[in-house]
T-cell receptor, first 118, second 118 residues
Framework: GAVVSQHPSRVICKSGTSVKIECRSL??????MFWYRQFPKQSLMLMAT?????????EQGVEKDKFLINHASLTLSTLTVTSAHPEDSSFYIC??????????????FGNGTRLTVT | AQKVTQAQTEISVVEKEDVTLDCVYE???????LFWYKQPPSGELVFLIR??????QNEISGRYSWNFQKSTSSFNFTITASQVVDSAVYFC???????????????FGTGTLLAVQP
């Protein structure tokens, strides 16, 4: 159980275009989802926390107008990278916590999306 | 502020050797949680263990064992008789306990790349 599906797994786009990444909890409802970014050989950096039905909370230094997060339902959160540039190329990973899980329960992670901006 | 340090960037061992991955954390809270995750080459994050700050008992799960020492703020991970399939990046992470609907962030260390040679 507790499967998180992230789509697409890989995407290549041209500079200036926008890319949407979906994160779905397949067999549970997730009130809270987290979006992380991982540079090659580096750690996962928390970008933002999204709660169903409310605005996302962004970490310091993350541009909310560039990385649009929508958490419209208890099973879906989306991250849209707007006007992508080569420096946005990275590995993006979403994670989710079930509505019936404790505040400190382990997160369930998606398989990540490799974004390459040319 | 929270911080997780994994001083070992890369470790290479030969199959059947034992290996210990170090993790040192910093937090001002008295209640917190520590985690270990495994990230194989495919990219997904696999949850291995969660430990709360009040439970200093060491834990063993098959070939995996964890040593939690509050006195040194360390939460080290040992793999006994390593196998090629253990090759992955291993992340230690810290979450400060928040209750009552507050969102708990998971702060990751920089990871240790373990390469197990046949």
């Amino acid at each position: 159980g507790a499967v998180v599906s992230q789509h697409p797994s890989r995407v290549i786009c041209k500079s200036g275009t926008s890319v949407k990444i979906e994160c779905r909890s397949l067999d549970f409802q997730a009130t809270t989802m987290f979006w992380y970014r991982q540079f090659p050989k580096q750690s996962l950096m928390l970008m933002a926390t999204s709660n169903e039905g409310s605005k996302a909370t962004y970490e310091q230094g993350v541009e909310k107008d560039k990385f649009l997060i929508n958490h419209a339902s208890l099973t879906l959160s989306t991250l849209t990278v707007t006007s992508a540039h080569p420096e946005d190329s990275s590995f993006y990973i979403c994670s989710a916590r079930g509505t019936d899980e404790g505040d400190n329960s382990p997160l369930h992670f998606g398989n990540g999306t490799r974004l390459t901006v040319t | 502020a929270q911080k997780v340090t994994q001083a070992q960037t890369e470790i290479s061992v030969v199959e059947k050797e034992d290996v210990t991955l170090d993790c040192v954390y910093e937090t001002r809270d008295t209640t917190y949680y520590l985690f270990w995750y495994k990230q194989p080459p495919s990219g997904e994050l696999v949850f291995l263990i969660r430990r709360n700050s009040f439970d200093e008992q060491n834990e063993i799960s098959g070939r995996y064992s964890w040593n939690f020492q509050k006195s040194t703020s360390s939460f080290n991970f040992t793999i006994t008789a390593s196998q090629v399939v253990d090759s992955a990046v291993y992340f230690c992470a810290l979450s400060e306990a928040r209750y009552g609907g507050a969102t708990n962030k998971l702060i990751f260390g920089t990871g240790t790349l373990l390469a197990v040679q046949p």
